[in-house]
Structures are given as C-alpha cells and as structure tokens.
C-alpha cells in the first residue's frame, strides 16, 4: 500500500507525488523548486541548494532526518558540475555518506539543471 506525504511543496500539473511511502521505505524526488512551483535556473550551486533544502524538507515533514536517507541519485545536465554539485551536497550529507548515482541527462525542464531521487528508510 502506498501514502503520499505532504512535503509542503506547491501540486505540480503532471502525475507524481513529492514523496511516497511503501514498504518501509519512503521514495521521493526533488529539483530547484521555489514554493510557488516556479523553478530555479540560476547557477548550479543555488540550483543545488535549493534541490537538497526540498529534500531535507521533505525528509523532516516525514519524520525523518537526512542521516536517514540510504541512496542517493543526482541527475544532471553537465556532468562537469559534479564538483559544484558535491561541494553542496557535503553541506547537506555526512558519513557515513548514502550510497549515490550520478548520471548526464537531459531534464525535460529548460534550464533546470540537476534532479535528485532519494530512498530512505521510514
């Protein structure tokens, strides 16, 4: 059985849930997101902040911490903002670190630049 949890984040026009819990596990996904629904396309940096503030958002209204969350996949458009993108992610991460992916994609979103995917353990 599957509940979506409010994660404080404005519904968007296509079909998905900020977050889902089921079996234990909650699944959930975020980019630069304002919480007006607009979507951040500023520098990878302030794109990034804002992707993992949603996160950690998201993970707390759950009743879960960042310390809780055991995978972690970052999608993004210019493989060479990784380093940017883990200068952030140290910021918002601590070890023991989560087990991560990375991948170069293109995001259907002009001018978004990173999507994360997150599971934790609920």
């Keep these: 059985m599957r509940e979506a949890i409010d994660v404080g984040l404005p519904p968007l026009k296509q ?13 959930t996904a975020h980019g630069p997101v304002r919480p007006d629904g607009s979507i951040d396309t500023g520098p990878i940096e302030q794109q990034a902040r804002l992707t993992f503030d949603n996160l950690r958002r ?21 493989v060479a903002d ?21 991948a170069g994609v293109a995001l259907v979103v002009p001018g978004m630049k990173i999507e994360v995917v997150a599971y934790v353990a609920a």
């Design 15 to 27: 079909p998905f849930s900020w977050m889902v819990r089921a079996g234990g596990v909650l699944y």
């Design 82 to 102: 990784m380093p940017a993108i883990d200068a952030v992610y140290r910021e918002y991460f601590r070890p023991p670190w989560p087990n991560r992916s990375s």
């Design 58 to 78: 998201a993970v707390e209204r759950a009743g879960r911490s960042l310390d809780d969350v055991a995978q972690v996949l970052i999608y993004m458009t210019d």
